[in-house]
């Protein structure tokens, strides 16, 4: 008894060591006093912890953040068991796994992809539109000619086994109903400051689980997905993509920092208003990262559940749960 009571005292002092720790971190980013903390790399979801990895290894060794956010999304768009990133994505109703994705670097240069099948690196190829085309946004089977013109590769049209499965029990009903924090719309957004200072992000999902055939979300729309302005930060989002387009999220976020708002309170206000804008809200997921130019970051959710990884020289990547407008 006495044993199990010590051990028990003793986890819990381990635990509100550990709780304060991780506290005392965040304190150290968030109260930087305009003190500049590079780098530091976020993403969203729990994906965003083998992502983080990826682009560490770049910014650890004085790569660019627009280096790091391609690499550090591809590491997730590379794992065909993810069901919400990349060709291992649930499908669309018709079966189709369809892909949208978008980059933007320290220079405000921008490029998406959207409705792209059969591609492994979506967000390689919004890179490339951003690098070698005069446009910012290529889509369907456009986009697909793109890809292929610059030397991708085709891949077979299949479902993962996971994503077939799942696919086949939802056709039993055919009910579309986005649902809020389960795994079927959770996108990964990365944003990031290299040691240089510069910021860039990343986004890139299979989009919403089901969606009509040809539905675009706020995924590769710069400004709704994921925005980046050098002067100030950048911000991504996840969730129902419908809602963050109405309000233009990433772009609203980063021009509340602008105002003067620390990131969370930015992320909070866009919360705030994609409320007032959709009166769906309570039935819907969203979450917003965001990152200004001193190295300080935040992040609100409407529901409780979103998490996301932070990677930095003080926070060797851990996982942590946004402040929620609902319990
Ligand atoms: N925002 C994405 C979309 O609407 C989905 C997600 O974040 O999971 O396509």
């Known amino acids: 008894m006495t044993t199990r009571r010590k051990f028990l005292k003793l986890s819990a002092l381990m635990?509100?060591?550990?709780?304060?720790?991780?506290?005392?971190?965040?304190?150290?980013?968030?109260?930087?006093?305009?003190?500049?903390?590079?780098?530091?790399?976020l993403s969203t979801w729990k994906h965003g912890l083998a992502a983080?990895?990826?682009?560490?290894?770049?910014?650890?060794?004085?790569?660019?953040?627009?280096?790091?956010v391609e690499k550090g999304v591809m590491v997730t768009e590379d794992d065909f068991t993810n069901l919400s990133v990349g060709l291992?994505?649930?499908?669309?109703?018709?079966?189709?796994?369809?892909?949208?994705?978008?980059?933007?670097?320290?220079?405000?240069?921008?490029?998406?992809?959207?409705f792209l099948e059969r591609i492994k690196h979506p967000i390689s190829v919004a890179r490339l539109v951003m690098e070698k085309t005069a446009h910012v946004l290529l889509v369907g089977s456009g986009a697909q000619k793109f890809a292929l013109d610059n030397g991708f590769k085709l891949e077979p049209k299949t479902l993962s086994t996971e994503a077939e499965k799942a696919y086949k029990e939802w056709l039993k009903k055919s009910e579309y109903k986005p649902m809020i924090?389960?795994?079927n719309h959770d996108t990964i957004g990365m944003i990031a400051i290299d040691a240089n200072g510069n910021l860039s992000g990343s986004c890139t999902t299979s989009g919403l689980a089901y969606k009509i055939h040809g539905r675009v979300g706020d995924s590769p729309i710069i400004g709704a997905g994921m925005y980046v302005d050098n002067e100030v930060g950048a911000a991504c989002a996840t969730g129902v993509g419908?809602?963050?387009?109405?309000?233009?999220?990433?772009h609203l976020v980063v021009e509340l920092m602008r105002q003067g708002l620390?990131?969370?309170?930015?992320c909070k206000k866009a919360v705030e208003r994609l409320i007032s804008k959709n009166p769906n809200y309570k039935e819907v997921q969203v979450g917003f990262l965001a990152l200004n130019k001193n190295g300080e970051h935040g992040a609100y959710?409407?529901?409780?559940?979103?998490?996301?990884?932070?990677?930095?020289?003080?926070i060797k990547?851990?996982?942590?749960?946004?402040?929620?407008f609902l319990q």
Not at 242 to 250: K, P, Q
Not at 303 to 314: D, H, I, T
Request: charged share 25%; net charge negative.
């Open 262 to 266: 620390s990131p969370d309170d930015a």
């Open 181 to 183: 924090n389960i795994e």
């Open 317 to 324: 990547n851990q996982m942590f749960d946004s402040k929620s």
């Open 301 to 314: 959710a409407l529901q409780k559940g979103f998490n996301y990884a932070l990677y930095s020289n003080e």
């Open 15 to 41: 635990a509100s060591l550990f709780a304060f720790n991780k506290t005392k971190a965040i304190e150290t980013i968030s109260k930087s006093n305009g003190k500049q903390i590079k780098p530091v790399v």
């Open 242 to 250: 419908e809602t963050v387009l109405r309000i233009c999220g990433s």
């Open 88 to 114: 291992g994505g649930l499908p669309d109703r018709d079966g189709c796994v369809t892909l949208d994705a978008s980059i933007m670097d320290e220079k405000g240069r921008c490029g998406g992809v959207a």
């Open 52 to 68: 983080n990895e990826g682009a560490w290894k770049i910014l650890s060794s004085n790569g660019s953040a627009l280096d790091a």
